[in-house]
């Protein structure tokens, strides 16, 4: 994603969210956002997109073998969880500090 402006997201690292689109769409079960990869336009979300890599034997891993880990997924297909739903979200300014809005419910994330 090279723009000439970086986007600014909505979602940040720690957050819960829920997966509203794919393999993995579940919107009552929140997961913790491992990583966001902001040039990419993509997410790493615990416990969903999980793969399976084959690894080389190395000299910190002496074996090898098979490892499975989460995979990135596009942004777009997780949605803020606010405590109870999953919800778009809007941002206001309150005591001089921006904070995130859940449009749904109105409160503060």
């Keep these: 994603m090279k723009t000439r402006f970086k986007p600014k997201y909505n979602i940040r690292k720690g957050d819960q969210v829920v997966v509203i689109a794919g ?3 579940d ?3 929140p997961r913790t956002v491992k990583e ?3 040039d990419e336009g993509k997410i790493i979300v615990e416990g969903a ?14 074996k090898g073998g098979i490892v499975k880990r989460e ?15 999953g919800t778009k979200v809007k941002r206001e ?6 904070v995130r809005v859940s449009k749904k419910s109105g409160g503060v994330i």
């Design 49 to 62: 997109a999980i793969v399976t890599k084959h690894t080389k034997p190395s000299a910190q891993n002496t």
């Design 27 to 29: 919107l009552k079960k």
């Design 71 to 85: 995979a990135a997924i596009n942004i777009s297909n997780v949605m803020l969880w606010d405590g109870k739903q």
């Design 36 to 38: 966001v990869l902001v």
């Design 93 to 98: 300014e309150k005591d001089g500090k921006k």
């Design 23 to 25: 393999d993995d769409k």
